[in-house]
T-cell receptor, first 115, second 114 residues
């Protein structure tokens, strides 16, 4: 029972490089989310998706793009990485049924450093 | 707007001590409230939840009661163990239309010493 799987787990980039973080869930959840976690700031929502082919902006979307071509996958892209994007990135998913009462299920995170 | 405020850490306790981590919220409507726990190097895991006023969520000896009159959802445990050392996040949901987008507090680090 894998739950939510994030790849890669660690990555170091140079300023200006691009990369894609992959999130996969095997719980048939409709909703998926990308967060970033920074010291003293909790988790902040970057983008989210309520279903295959749909995405929406969260609290801190600038500098990121997302795609949800398949229900089980949610990709987060950095087109031109900046040092301010150094963070730990978490993907989560949740069920649409009784949405506001449903917990989100998290992956183990991707630790990204931009030099 | 909606927000969650948690007590700042770190909270350092001896094993078997009583734990309280304060959480208050500001919200329109009737949010659901959650406590998540994050162990070192891992993602967040749901610890407990409450979906309406006066509900008590409980799990693994932890409890929290949804108090609408004081807009609070304080986390308590009667006797902590070293294995409870982690970061605890209070969160609320129920806003943003059809989704269950969460708003998180900043997290409270708990360190339990043997």
């Amino acid at each position: 029972n894998a739950g939510v799987t994030q790849t890669p787990k660690f990555r170091v980039l140079k300023t200006g490089q691009s990369m894609t973080l992959l999130c996969a869930q095997d719980m048939n959840h409709e909703y998926m989310y990308w967060y970033r976690q920074d010291p003293g700031m909790g988790l902040r929502l970057i983008h989210y998706s309520v279903g295959e082919g749909t995405t929406a902006k969260g609290e801190v979307p600038d500098g990121y793009n997302v795609s949800r071509l398949k229900k089980q996958n949610f990709l987060l892209g950095l087109e031109s990485a900046a040092p301010s994007q150094t963070s730990v990135y978490f993907c989560a998913s949740s069920s649409r049924q009784g949405a506001s009462n449903q917990p989100q299920h998290f992956g183990d995170g991707t630790r990204l450093s931009i030099l | 707007g909606n927000s969650v405020t948690q007590m700042e850490g770190p909270v350092t306790l001896s094993e078997e001590a009583f734990l309280t981590i304060n959480c208050t919220y500001t919200a329109t409507g009737y949010p659901s409230l959650f406590w998540y726990v994050q162990y070192p190097g891992e993602g967040l895991q749901l610890l407990l939840k409450a979906t309406k006023a006066d509900d008590k969520g409980s799990n693994k000896g932890f409890e929290a009661t949804y108090r609408k009159e004081t807009t609070s959802f304080h986390l308590e445990k009667g006797s902590v163990q070293v294995s409870d050392s982690a970061v605890y996040f209070c969160a609320l949901s129920g806003y943003g239309g059809a989704t269950n987008k969460l708003i998180f507090g900043t997290g409270t680090l708990l360190a339990v010493q043997p």
